[in-house]
């Protein structure tokens, strides 16, 4: 063998094409979870937030149908004549996006951000709703709680998130949510309850008092547990229909 023939072969890469490729594949990933954890990183410690407050007159409006899209959304008691929205917007290495506004009756809230790039960005509504006033709150993706909110009637809609309601005094309450759980608890004997979810349990406890109700509770794949005595002449109603999920109705 001639010098020149073993220089050859001291140069020669005796790895396996399929042993490069691995190698090339191994280190692209490498890069990209870098890349990835600095883009992250850079986002955590750009993350902050700010409060936007607006008050809306009611006017002459009947009823205020609110669309909060894709927020969490808080429901408490607030002032006459007025809904008062409160939101913490939480942003990182990019702006999350909110904006408010009311045409006619509805009051419609966009917000949105890339979670991907933005851990822990999103919007956190809270609304102070008038004693009383009839209210529609739609959203999409958001869960909704509601708390201690006496008379009047409100409506709840969700694509795919969770409602719960604590210390209602409620005339009616109405739930309706596509792939989440429905959780409601009466302070005082409400006139109607409705609750209808896709795919969730639903469960509710309501307060004891003279009021009967014709009850509907049907789950397509669950089990159904009533404490809550079905009269068909009763006074008011309760209706508790999901598809692959529990419900319970209890008394207290």
């Known amino acids: ?31 990209v979870a870098l890349l990835v954890g600095l883009v992250l990183g850079a986002s955590v410690l750009k993350r902050g937030t700010t409060v936007s407050t607006s ?28 809904v008062r929205v409160s939101a913490r917007i939480t942003s990182g290495l990019r702006k999350t996006d909110f904006q408010i506004g009311r045409r006619g009756d509805e009051i419609k809230i966009v917000s949105g951000c890339q979670e ?13 709703l008038p004693e009383g006033f009839p209210v529609v709150i739609r959203t999409t993706t958001g869960d909704v709680s509601v708390r201690d909110v006496t008379e009047g009637v409100l409506t709840v809609q969700t694509a795919s998130g969770d409602i719960t309601g604590a210390g209602l005094e409620l005339d009616e309450f109405s739930a309706d949510t596509g792939s989440g759980d429905i959780a409601a608890s009466f302070a005082t004997q409400p ?17 004891d008092g003279k009021r009967t109700y014709a009850v509907t ?36």
């Open 55 to 82: 008050d809306i007159e009611l006017g002459d409006s009947a009823q205020i149908v609110i669309d909060a899209g894709s927020s969490d959304v808080r429901i408490v008691q607030g002032d006459p004549n007025v």
């Open 116 to 128: 991907w790039l933005n851990p822990g960005c999103g919007v956190d509504t809270t609304l102070e």
């Open 217 to 252: 509770a049907t789950s397509t794949s669950g089990d159904v547990s009533s404490d809550v005595e079905s009269d068909a002449d009763g006074a008011g109603f309760i209706r508790a229909t999901t598809g692959s999920g529990d419900i319970d109705l209890t008394v207290e």
């Open 191 to 207: 006139f109607a309850f409705k609750a209808t979810s896709r795919s969730g349990d639903i469960s509710a406890r309501m307060a």
């Open 1 to 31: 063998m001639t010098g020149a023939d073993e220089e050859v072969v001291a140069d020669y890469d005796v790895r396996s094409p399929a042993s490069r490729t691995l190698l090339t594949v191994l280190g692209t990933i490498l890069a």
